[in-house]
């Protein structure tokens, strides 16, 4: 909600929005991308954000969490986001699948399956984060 706009903004037409997403993503040496599956793809309000900025994301390590409703676990946003922020010039380190989400989390947002869990962790841990 933060960064919602409502409207394609250009890179080189800077806004507020567009500043506080760059000072966010200069301070970050690696991140974890959560998205819902929206009709088989990611939500068009996450594309107007990232597409504020290029030059900033370059070497950022980032991993990708789908999340779906369903038992197909959020694996197409996943994959249709891979190829985006390879353009953009991050380093994909993985994708995290969280699918039947209203059985995965308790009410408070806890995970309650241990193998996801060692998973998250697992490719956390693997991610080769920028130098700041």
Known sequence: RDFESGRTVAKWSPDDISK???GIIAKAN???LVSPEYNYMFPGELKILFDRLVDEYKDLPVVVGGVSAGAVAGARVVEALKPYLVTLGMNFS???YFGNVGDLFDEKGSIQDDAHERRIKRVIDGMKFRDL
């Open 20 to 22: 506080k997403w760059a």
């Open 94 to 96: 993985g994708g995290l």
């Open 30 to 32: 690696g991140l974890v």
